[in-house]
């Protein structure tokens, strides 16, 4: 942080270094169970290593070790772990922060380090938020090292600079901020429920099991060929086509169907499927990362994807859309030829045998899911939204620019 910097925060903040701001540093990077002349296993405490430290949340949904107690003794030698202590995670990623959650036992293992701030000096809320906050983020960035992973060495986390308003001002900076993170997590959590619903009528509808009112007629049996065929418009770009669009795989979004980007052929591009308006197109490489999208214009796309063409006599787009979204298309999609690089095989997939209603309930079945998917995308922009508002309310109060406490009171 530059000097000018520094001279700009209100008169009644101070900058202290990390090592000031904490109580305690732990830092067991490097140790492993071998080098202690032991193994992992045989109890329960949890190892979190940079694997669990997500920003703000451990993710107990990652597996991680599991010690005996006496492990933990030999390992945790400067004590236990507190509620609140804050980890770090500093290669691998780098910089992913979240606070310890309860009182339990852990042992910090791999890529971590563990900050127990000081409470005579900050807030532990509003240090937690700083923390995660893009001025420290880029301190972190600015002083890791390394080629082909960043990662920051002790002495030069020490030396990172953490802001200090008053301590009534961070109490009340923590707390306007962790009521945004509160809102976006709920949204997050409404986001990932109304999905859960969503994917339990994909298989209701698209199999049949349940029935929309007003349909009571019986299915046919077909094949997945009947209802669409992969395009075979191949199409070779040249220097005069660099400004047109493509969509490669990393643009499929995993699971949703949403298109999330394009980028510009290039002169060197390789060569291309060509797909026109309605074409569903399917991430054949590793099938089973569940990416497509229903085109809602012309374009063209990398040959690792599917572009499916749909026959209007059998079938209507947005329901092959939600087919291909349905787990026993995904299953048969995910038998797979070539071990590095999988691709779906088109004679198992374009034998893939489905239940098909008629066209009019197809149609139908396919209004229901996009008004499910609308719902979704609303709550996402939502919570889209919140990030926008808790980023801004960063800039203005951890920079001292918006105020929180009248200067009569903080001063």
Known sequence: MSSEYQRSLPYEWTV???????????????????????????????????????????????????????????????????????????????????????????????????????????????????????????????????????????????????????????????????????????????????QAIKHGMVHELVSGRTRLGGFSGSWKTARFRDLASPVKERFTPSADCSSLEVVELEHLAQGTGQLVGTSLLGKSASLKTRFREGDVLFGKLRAYLRKFWLADRDGFCSTEIWALRVNPRNAVGAFVRYLVESEGFIEVASVAYGTHMPRSDWRLVGGYRIQLPEVDEQTAIAAVLTDADADIRVLQQRADKAREIRQGMMQELLTGRTRLVPREVSA
């Open 16 to 194: 202290q270094t990390v090592m000031e701001s904490s109580k305690l540093i732990m830092d067991y990077r490097g140790r492993t169970p071998r080098k202690l002349g032991m193994e992992w296993g045989g109890g329960r405490i949890p190892a979190l290593s940079a694997r669990n430290v997500r920003m703000g949340q451990i993710d107990f949904s990652e597996e991680c070790h599991l010690a005996s107690e006496t492990l933990y003794q030999r390992w945790m030698t400067s004590g236990d772990m507190q509620r609140g202590d804050i980890l770090i995670t500093t290669e691998a990623p780098l910089g992913n922060i979240a606070a310890v959650p309860d009182e339990r036992k852990y042992i910090l293992s791999q890529r971590t380090v563990l900050l127990r701030p000081n409470t005579d000096l900050f807030d532990p809320l509003y240090f937690l938020k700083f923390l995660q906050s893009s001025f420290f983020q880029r301190s972190l960035s600015d002083n890791a090292t390394g080629s082909t992973a960043l990662g920051i060495q002790r002495k030069r986390l020490e030396k990172l600079l953490v802001l200090r308003p008053p301590m009534l001002e961070q109490r009340r900076i923590g707390l306007a901020l962790e009521d945004t993170d509160q809102l976006i997590n709920a949204t997050k959590g409404l986001i990932a429920k109304k």
